[in-house]
Nanobody
């Protein structure tokens, strides 16, 4: 079992920044690839970014490229999502998830956090 707890969401003005954190417990953190997904009101959950077990490989959705950075600290069992130049369309609940291999598909992830709300005002 893996437990994931996100934090760092909040209200920010367009153009601002937020850093989301996801603390993991219950399994060796470095054995899991990690991903961030988001779900806006009335929309399906979508992939944002993912990082391999070692952190050597990262994947981004087109909407996140150049603005968001995913990273991890395996000594702290934590994955981060640094979000810069935020836009109102980034408003969503952001979820972190764990998988045995890095990927973009939601169904590849076995464990999910409860989500953290990010609201970007115009």
């Amino acid at each position: 079992q893996v437990q994931l707890v996100e934090s760092g969401g909040g209200l920010v003005q367009a153009g601002g920044s937020l850093r989301l954190s996801c603390a993991a417990s219950g399994r060796t953190f470095s054995s899991d690839a990690m991903g961030w997904f988001r779900q806006a009101p009335g929309k399906e959950r979508e992939f944002v970014a993912a990082i391999s077990r070692s952190g050597g490989m990262t994947l981004y959705a087109n909407s996140a490229k150049g603005r968001f950075t995913i990273s991890r600290d395996n000594t702290k069992n934590t994955v981060y999502l640094q979000m810069n130049s935020l836009k109102p369309e980034d408003t969503a609940v952001y979820y972190c998830a764990a998988s045995i291999r890095v990927g973009l598909r939601e169904d590849a992830y076995d464990y999910w956090g409860q989500g953290t709300q990010v609201t970007v005002s115009s």
